[in-house]
Every structure is written in structure tokens, then in C-alpha cells.
């Protein structure tokens, strides 16, 4: 009988994983709404998904700065109270033997004014995501066009993220690239209609992700960095990669040329567009 792996030990990056079982990352809206603080109930959730064996614990999505912020009760890394917070989380995982990643997260065009302290939503482009706010339930706003200069300080509010992330006693970050948010609307030539360097075509439409990860990884290393990516926006939900091949060619030879081998595909929803009969794991294994 094949032998299963699954309770197996395994190192991946800097990690010594006590089995092979991850929890994927889930947005719960715990934290307190104003400050981004996450408070016992959390320490507890994760305390109890550590005891309960899962040997590498994704967090929920984390707001990077405030105008990260999608919805009601997401945490954030960008305070001393909030990091403060997150040491309780990251302590109790240990304890129980887990090993804990942050998830950061910016989510771009798809918020609005109400939930990022006054300030507009900003997006590749000045494209208007269609449908509703997560439970504000108000229309999405039109964003403001980032500049060059709001790259640049977003790119460095990852990197401060990271590290804020590691000083909370987290072992590593995931990067959301993915479901449609800020790094996915750079990806995606539905929302990225840019004519510099950071538009025009597949690869340049990679470039802010490339830069986001180049810093992170600058700040604290590839070997604790997880970049997670997919095909489905949940704003665009029949959207679909023109040429599904390609495109996994060319997200794998980012993470080749910053030198990121942690990859996280997200498989949702790309099961009917299998390519020449290989899912998504399959297509970033061949490259
Ligand atoms: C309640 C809920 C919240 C989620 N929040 C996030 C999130 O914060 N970040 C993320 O990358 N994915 C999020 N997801 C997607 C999951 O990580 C996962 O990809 C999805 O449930 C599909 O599962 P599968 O990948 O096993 O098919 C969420 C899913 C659920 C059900």
C-alpha cells in the first residue's frame, strides 16, 4: 500500500513542520474595528488550531496600512498595538508546537472611503469595481490612479509590514497576490490599463508584484516568504487568463528571477480551465 505523507515532518523554507496539514488563510473579522487590534478570542483561535495538530497555520488577511482595509474587523501590522496584539497569537502558537504565517493583505480598488479613515480607494487604474462593499453595502468607489511615488510607498509599507510581522513573532509572511486585490488588479489586464512600466503587457503588468516581493524578501528573506496567486478576482468572477499557460509561465519566472520558491496557487474556480489537461498545481510544477 503507498505510504501516506501527510502526518510526516517537513522543512519548507526556514520551517521544521511537524506534519504536512496548512490552514488556509480566512478573513473572520475578529479584530476590533477602529484600531485593527486583535484581542483573546483570537489568541484563542489560532491557540486552538495549533493544539489542534495543523503544522502551519495561515493567518487571515492583515491590513498593511489603513487604506489597505476591505472590510469590518480586519487586524492590521502597521501599530505597536497591533504588533502587540499579534505577539499574544504568535506566543500561543508556539507553545502548542505550530509554526504561524501573517498574511498581508491590501486590497486596492475594492474598499471605500468609509473604511480607510477618509481616504479613497487607489488601483492601477481609475477603473470602478462593479457590485457592493463586503457588508457596508454602499457601491465601490472610483479609485485614484497610484502615481509612482504611491507604489514606491506601498511597495516599502509591505516591507515594514514584514518586519512587523517578524518582530510579532510570526515566522514568515504570505504575500496575498491573490481573488482580485491591489496585486492582482497590477496583474490583471482588466484592471491595469497603465502605460508606463508598470502596464502595457503580461510582463510588465508583474512588475509591482515583482518590487513588492524583491522588498519583502530584502526585509526578511525568501526562505520565510509565501506568495500566494490565482486566476479567479471575486469582484470579476467570469473572468479567465487569455492564455492560462503563459501567464503561469510568466508569475513562475518572477518568483524565479526574486528568487521566491514558496508558491500558494489559489485553485478556486480554475478547474474548467484545466490546460491541455493539467490543473493549476500541475502547470506551476512543469515551470
Ligand atoms: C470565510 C473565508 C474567508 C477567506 N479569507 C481569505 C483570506 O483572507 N485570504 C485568502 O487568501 N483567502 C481567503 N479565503 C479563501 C481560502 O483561503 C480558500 O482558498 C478557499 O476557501 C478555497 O479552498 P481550497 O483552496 O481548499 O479550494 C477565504 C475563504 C473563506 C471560506
Known amino acids: 500500500m503507498k505510504k501516506n505523507h501527510l502526518l510526516d515532518p517537513i522543512n519548507i523554507g526556514e520551517w ?12 473572520r473579522s475578529f479584530a476590533d474595528d477602529e484600531t485593527g487590534v486583535v484581542g483573546p478570542d483570537v489568541v484563542e483561535y489560532y491557540r486552538k488550531r ?8 495561515i493567518t487571515e488577511g492583515i491590513n498593511l496600512s489603513p487604506r489597505a482595509k476591505g472590510t469590518f474587523g480586519i487586524p492590521g ?11 499574544k497569537v504568535t506566543d500561543a502558537v508556539h507553545q502548542e508546537g505550530g509554526t504561524i504565517v501573517a498574511q498581508l493583505w491590501h486590497v486596492g480598488r475594492l474598499t ?35 502615481t509612482e511615488g504611491d507604489i514606491q510607498k506601498v511597495t516599502e509599507e509591505y516591507a515594514q509590514a514584514a518586519r512587523n510581522a517578524i518582530d510579532s513573532g510570526f515566522d514568515g509572511v504570505e504575500i496575498h497576490g491573490a481573488h482580485g486585490y491591489l496585486i492582482d488588479q497590477f496583474n490583471s489586464e482588466a ?43 471575486d469582484d470579476l468572477p467570469d473572468y479567465k487568463w487569455k492564455d492560462p499557460e503563459e501567464s503561469v509561465q510568466a508569475f513562475i519566472h518572477v518568483f524565479q528571477d526574486v528568487g ?12 474548467e480551465t484545466l490546460v491541455n489537461g493539467m490543473t493549476l498545481h500541475e502547470l506551476v510544477r512543469k515551470y
Open 16 to 27: 521544521n513542520l511537524r506534519n504536512r496539514i496548512v490552514m488556509a488563510p480566512m478573513t
Open 50 to 57: 495549533a493544539e489542534d495538530g495543523i503544522g502551519l497555520i
Open 77 to 87: 501590522l502597521f501599530t505597536e498595538d497591533q504588533m502587540t496584539g499579534w505577539k
Open 112 to 146: 471605500h472611503h468609509e473604511l480607510t479613515g477618509g481616504q479613497p480607494p487607489q488601483a492601477p487604474s481609475a477603473l470602478k469595481a462593479k457590485g457592493l462593499v463586503h457588508r457596508l453595502h454602499k457601491p465601490y468607489e472610483m479609485p485614484e490612479e497610484m
Open 191 to 233: 484592471t491595469n490599463c497603465r502605460k508606463d512600466r508598470y502596464g502595457r503587457n503580461l510582463i510588465q503588468r508583474l512588475t509591482f508584484m515583482k518590487e513588492v516581493l524583491a522588498s519583502v524578501i530584502k526585509e526578511i528573506g525568501a526562505e520565510k516568504t509565501i506568495i500566494r496567486f490565482s486566476e479567479i478576482k
Open 260 to 271: 521566491i520558491s514558496i508558491l500558494h496557487p489559489s485553485t478556486n474556480h480554475f478547474t
